[in-house]
């Protein structure tokens, strides 16, 4: 059992404490904000996540995870410190290591003798041995404190699951004794480890998001390629699926990839591209097809609402970037309102996780509790997130509260026989 402080709250962090706690680990996860601290403490949880209100309640009862304001104060007693915090996407597309930095700063002077500082954030190659420059700057001992590359895999709305049952755990670190020390908190999930060196390690989380990006625009591509050539791209995926060299994952297309990771590390992969001279023409063709699928869904609101969406309304159901979560950042289903927004149509959405927030981050977006009240006068109905309840509504209601039958469904969720039969005109993608 191992004193570890988790820096940073949020889906990685608060998962991530959670889960080394219930591992029997002595965890302290800290965050800046203190209303979310408190909130925690008492054991109410500020993210949708599956199983994680288990963890954290067990957590408290057992006094093996507990809640602090301010890094410092958790980074002092551990062994272990995990930085979570976040690595947004700056303007020129690198990523803006800036709370990295000022976590680093912040914990030098505090860090025990012996203590590991694991890079848990994405952050690009050669921001382990940032960390350890800043460290030393800001008064670490370094020669007596590691610093490791752990990147994290995780999925939000299976982040438990996917923290206790990895497809793999990385480990990427200069020094064999400090890597064995990481890898043995993880001892008990059986799960294969790699040890490698820091920069491989901080490659291998960017190469794998860029991968899965891919493989989204890609099949994005196929299904507008399908629609031309009157093909079904579920078929068409279905039957690629079962070559075990492609696998039957992420093989869905849909409005195009979004959510807090695929947009900004595909960005800051490319910047390091650029940066080293390597011109990664691929890489730009995948963010390019993923912007186009974005405006292929308001063209096809477009041709469902009769041509123009000046004075239309449009009924949105799904918000979220994907379902099971309640992260709204870099959701497509956003982009999508705002686009529609701006040429003059009245958007009503409704999410299951979302709520008011939405209506914050897109000016002019109305965010409706009720999923048929968000239909009431709708010329068009998208369904922008494949949230399961959808498929179960009344569709016999919606078709009497619409204005006019149409629905764009852009994540293939729903049934075309059914609802033509009743009377629907029915867009999917590719299909
Ligand atoms: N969300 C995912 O699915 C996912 C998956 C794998 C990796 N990642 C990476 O993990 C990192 C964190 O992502 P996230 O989604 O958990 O972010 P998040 O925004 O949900 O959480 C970050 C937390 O850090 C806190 N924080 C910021 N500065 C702090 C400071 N100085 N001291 C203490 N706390 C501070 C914030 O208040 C926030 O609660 C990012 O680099 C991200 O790319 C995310």
Known sequence: MSDVAVIG????????????????????????DR????????????ILEDGLQALVTEGLSSRRLTFVVGAENAAGIAEFVFLCVPTPQAEDGSANLSF????????????????VVINKSTM??????????????????????????????????????????????????????????????????NAPMLVTDPASAEMIKYA????????ISFMNAIANLCETVDADVREVALGMGYDQRIGFEFLHPGPGYGGSCFPKDTAALLY?????????????????????????????????????????SI???????????????????LVIARRLIEEGA?????????????????????????????????????????????????????????GRPAVLDARNLLDPVALRRRGFTYEGVGR
């Open 315 to 333: 009924a949105l159901w799904g918000l979220t970037f994907k379902a099971n979560t309640d992260d709204l950042r870099d959701s497509p289903a």
């Open 100 to 115: 990295v930095e000022d976590v680093a700063r912040e914990i030098a002077p505090v860090l025990r003798p012996g203590a």
């Open 208 to 215: 794998s998001n860029a991968f899965l990006a891919t493989k």
């Open 346 to 402: 009245k958007v009503q959405a409704y999410d299951p996780a979302a709520g008011e927030r939405a209506a914050t981050l897109v000016p002019g977006l109305e965010v409706v509790p009720d999923p048929y009240v968000a239909c009431e006068g709708a010329h068009v109905l998208a369904v922008l997130t494949e949230w399961d309840e959808f498929r179960w509504l009344d569709f016999d209601r919606v078709l009497a509260t619409l």
């Open 272 to 312: 390091a591209a650029r940066r080293s001279g390597y011109d990664f023409s691929l890489l730009e063709g995948v963010v390019e097809v993923n912007f186009r699928q974005h405006e292929r869904m308001v063209e096809k609101v477009r041709n469902l609402a009769g041509g123009t969406l000046h004075g239309v």
């Open 9 to 32: 709250a949020g889906y990685v962090g608060l998962t991530t404490a959670a889960c080394l706690a219930h591992l029997g680990h002595r965890v302290t996860c800290a965050d800046i």
């Open 35 to 46: 209303e979310r601290v408190a909130a925690l403490s008492k054991g109410e949880i500020p």
């Open 124 to 189: 690009p190659v050669g921001s382990t041995r940032l960390v350890q420059r800043i460290l030393a700057e800001a008064g670490a001992a370094i020669e007596e404190v590691g610093v490791a590359s752990n990147p994290e895999f995780l999925r939000e709305g299976s982040s438990v699951r996917d923290f206790l049952s990895p497809n793999r755990v990385v480990i990427g670190c200069d020094d064999p004794a400090v890597a064995v020390r990481v890898s043995e908190l993880y001892r008990s999930l």
